[in-house]
């Protein structure tokens, strides 16, 4: 009688060949090696993961539901809790894509230590990669099926030019927005200006009507007093 007779009480998720090795050694299953879900799957409910022909790979932890497992397009699906299948039964599929294949020729150049960390004659641009978490190498390498040995593709040229257009678009932005933060500022000044001018010129016509009645106040006392 087959294992999986005794997982038929658990949902189940259905994983691709290329996932399974990866999580026979402890990997958790992510969107990418998802094929198929059971409906009513909810969070920290106890799933079975299973292969495209019924084989039961490793029972896990769901850390998504049905709803967001049909709705995302990255993440994690679920951890592992008992790794069932043995270990490369099917065969491995990481380490294959091109950064990974970039660290491997860096290693076998000496540009990175044995266990792929940095060292004096790592490049500028692979230990950029790794603080912002964006590839910024131009160049893959990609091993032939026909031979043992590896050929380098250039790949990827445009997106430097692409940053260096977006950052001068950036920079005439902030000049622009600077030359405008300066006129505006100008124009209130000149705004500021002309309201001050206009109430000293108010005050000047207040005083000299001020001084203007009581001339005419005075004249008319000295009149009064003549007259008496």
Same mark, same amino acid.
């Given at each position: *009688?087959?294992?999986e007779v005794?997982?038929t009480?658990?949902?189940?998720?259905?994983?691709k060949?290329? !996932?399974?090795?990866?999580?026979? +050694?402890?990997?958790k299953?992510?969107i990418?090696?998802l094929?198929?879900f059971?409906?009513?799957i909810?969070?920290n409910d106890?799933?079975?993961m299973?292969?495209t022909?019924?084989?039961a790979v490793?029972? &896990?932890?769901?850390l998504m539901s !049905?709803?967001v497992?049909?709705?995302?397009?990255h993440g994690?699906?679920?951890?592992? @809790?008992?790794?069932? *299948?043995?270990? #490369?039964t +099917?065969?491995r599929k990481?380490?294959?894509?091109?950064?990974a294949q970039?660290? =491997?020729?860096?290693? @076998?150049? &000496?540009?990175?230590?044995k +266990?792929?960390?940095?060292n #004096?004659n790592?490049p500028?641009d692979y230990?950029t990669?790794?603080?912002?978490g964006?590839n910024?190498?131009? !160049?893959?390498?990609v091993v032939?099926?026909?031979?043992?040995?590896?050929?380098?593709?250039?790949?990827?040229?445009? #997106?430097e030019?692409?940053?260096?257009?977006?950052?001068?678009?950036?920079k005439?932005?902030?000049?622009k927005?600077k030359?405008k933060?300066?006129s505006?500022?100008?124009?209130n000044?000149n705004t500021t200006?002309?309201?001050?001018?206009?109430k000293k @010129?108010? =005050?000047?016509k207040?005083e000299s009507?001020?001084d203007d009645?009581e001339?005419?106040?005075?004249?008319?006392?000295?009149k009064k007093?003549e007259?008496d």
């Amino acid at each position: *009688m087959p294992l999986e007779v005794l997982l038929t009480n658990f949902k189940r998720v259905v994983v691709k060949d290329s !996932t399974i090795n990866a999580i026979c +050694y402890g990997a958790k299953l992510m969107i990418p090696g998802l094929l198929r879900f059971a409906d009513g799957i909810e969070v920290n409910d106890e799933i079975v993961m299973i292969s495209t022909k019924g084989e039961a790979v490793a029972v &896990g932890i769901a850390l998504m539901s !049905t709803a967001v497992l049909a709705t995302v397009d990255h993440g994690v699906v679920a951890k592992i @809790k008992r790794v069932i *299948m043995e270990r #490369d039964t +099917y065969p491995r599929k990481w380490g294959l894509g091109p950064i990974a294949q970039r660290k =491997k020729a860096l290693i @076998k150049e &000496g540009k990175l230590d044995k +266990y792929g960390r940095t060292n #004096d004659n790592t490049p500028s641009d692979y230990i950029t990669s790794l603080s912002t978490g964006v590839n910024t190498n131009t !160049t893959s390498v990609v091993v032939s099926n026909n031979s043992s040995s590896s050929k380098v593709l250039v790949v990827n040229d445009d #997106d430097e030019d692409d940053r260096q257009v977006v950052n001068e678009d950036k920079k005439k932005k902030k000049k622009k927005d600077k030359s405008k933060d300066e006129s505006t500022s100008d124009a209130n000044e000149n705004t500021t200006d002309t309201l001050v001018d206009e109430k000293k @010129k108010k =005050k000047k016509k207040s005083e000299s009507d001020n001084d203007d009645n009581e001339d005419i106040s005075l004249k008319k006392k000295k009149k009064k007093s003549e007259s008496d």
